[in-house]
């Protein structure tokens, strides 16, 4: 059976490209930006289906900038039996408007959507889209074998856990059994062999390229109402680790076999459980394997041991989640953070000498005029070497987008403005979507001054500049970009 797995292109936005496959958050960038994330769901799900012995093909037409056209010949010239497409909320049109296409040009062929849209994991909504023949529910690696095996078995697919689909009378069934995830530590590697692996590009304290993404835990044992993972593709807060052993092992792998010079883990939470973290920080050590490294982490998860490992191995950076400068509001999200601790362990990471990434949103519920300063006064006061500001989008299926549509703060149910980039699809009690659109422009505004004016101030940032005179210059040129497009 051979079976085509697709990040389809997101093109619908003149001087943007759409990221999906790999994004908790589905957006657009800038075609002058490089941000590209590791399809992971996609990439272990083709390594599932090759390792069952199945004849399978993974394109990611957005990493590859392909047009739709493009994207459709390559499924085409490979005549799948069977066509998968990782889909996301803000995409989900022209998710749609690609699969009507496909159809049209190479004739019906069965269909299967998985990713996060939870709307669609809803029977009344599936059976009136004729374009899916199949959606998996959540974390869907595991059920699509399932589903593969009872395809080409000629069975119907009764057993396959978090499945909705049609029998022969057209008739919609949703299988309610919680989908199939085995010990992580049983996935094969992703298979990368299928994807243009220097493209990949998110490097949290400028570490080398190309650089891997790569996993060492799934899901979080938190509950922010914002985040959309764990809620929607996990569907609760297990919190699930990968062997440090075999974590190194890709990674070695990834160095030697894609020539990789550093390594990004873009869990949903890196750092929980000290003992681990520091096996792999000694196992990389022990192995002389000394690409730098960052991860995407919690502020008040690390221990000060942990980090001094984590440096000790070369760490380069880390992200951050802060979200909120105001504790009422960070508290009112469920994030359980202390935004106190939080501070402090950014200074002792600064101090280490690793890269602090800080990210922020506006709009969580409580947000005000005021609220917003105290986190742009944050920004001011900790100076992290890098941040993103996005606007809160609450994504159907979160606790948030409960929240917004009891309260009746959602302004928008037009999926293509739930990007979270640019465009604020609710009001709080207190701001409008203008105010939070206005809020976003002028926080990014201040941090581009922000950053020239330390560049000039600072002998630190002076010193890096002049050290790296052809960045700095890019750096500036980009800077003065933003204030253009933001002013
Ligand atoms: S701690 Fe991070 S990953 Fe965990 S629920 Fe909150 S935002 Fe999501």
Redesign the pocket.
Same mark, same amino acid.
């Given at each position: 059976m051979r079976v085509f797995l697709g990040n389809s292109p997101w093109n619908t936005k003149p001087g943007y490209y759409g990221v999906r496959a790999g994004s908790r958050w589905p957006h657009f960038e800038a075609c002058t930006e490089r941000y590209m994330p590791f399809p992971f769901y996609l990439a272990y799900a083709a390594a599932i289906l090759e390792k069952a012995g199945y004849d399978v093909l993974l394109v990611d037409g957005i990493a590859e900038r392909m047009t739709t056209e493009q994207f459709i010949d390559r499924i085409q010239t490979f005549n799948p039996d069977l066509v998968v497409y990782e889909v996301s909320t803000a995409s989900f049109l022209t998710d749609m408007d690609t699969a009507a296409r496909v159809h049209q040009r190479i004739g019906r062929r069965p269909t299967v959507f998985c990713g996060i849209h939870e709307e669609m994991y809803h029977e009344r909504f599936f059976a009136q889209c004729n374009l899916m023949d199949y959606t998996l529910i959540g974390e869907y690696e595991y059920n699509l074998l399932e589903l593969v095996k009872a395809l080409e078995a000629g069975r119907e697919p009764v057993e396959v856990p978090g499945l909705l689909y049609r029998d022969g009378s057209g008739q919609v069934h949703k299988n309610n059994k919680p989908p199939n995830a085995p010990p992580i530590d049983e996935y094969p590697w992703p298979a990368r062999h299928f994807l243009p692996m220097r493209v990949y590009h998110d490097v949290p304290g400028n570490i080398p390229e190309p650089s891997v993404q790569m996993w060492a835990s799934r899901g $979080?044992p938190? @509950?922010?109402i914002f $985040?959309a993972?764990?809620q929607i593709m996990y569907g609760n807060r297990s919190y699930r680790t990968r062997d440090p052993i075999d974590c190194i092992d890709e990674m070695e792998m990834c160095v030697k076999d894609y020539g990789m010079r550093s390594a990004y883990f873009d869990d949903?939470?890196f750092n929980i459980g000290e003992k681990r973290i520091i096996a792999l920080c000694e196992e990389k050590m022990r192995r002389g394997l000394d690409i730098p490294w960052a991860a995407m982490a919690?502020a008040d998860t690390n221990t000060r041991e942990m980090l001094v490992a984590m440096r000790r191995s070369n760490l380069w950076g880390i992200k951050y @989640?802060i979200e909120s400068a105001n504790q009422a509001i960070v508290d009112g999200s469920d994030?359980n953070l202390d935004l106190g601790a939080a501070e402090r362990m950014v200074k002792f990471t600064k101090r280490l000498g690793i890269k602090v990434h800080l990210t922020f949103t506006f709009g969580l519920p409580g947000e005000t005029r005021e609220t917003m300063e105290e986190t742009l006064k944050f920004v001011r006061h900790v100076n992290p070497d890098s941040l993103q500001f996005s606007i809160c989008t609450p994504f159907p299926g979160s606790k948030m987008y409960k929240y917004m549509e009891e309260k009746g703060y959602l302004v928008s149910r037009h999926w293509d403005d739930y990007d979270g980039g640019t465009t604020a699809v609710i009001r709080t009690e207190h701001l409008d979507p203008e105010d939070l659109e206005e809020m976003q422009k002028r926080a990014y505004r201040e941090w581009e001054q922000m950053k020239i004016r330390r560049t000039f101030t600072d002998p630190l940032y002076f010193l890096k500049a002049l050290k790296h005179p052809r960045q700095g210059y890019h750096r500036l040129k980009y800077a003065l970009n933003v204030l253009r497009r933001t002013a």
């Open positions: $979080c938190y @509950g922010c $985040c993972w764990p949903d939470t919690r @989640g994030k």
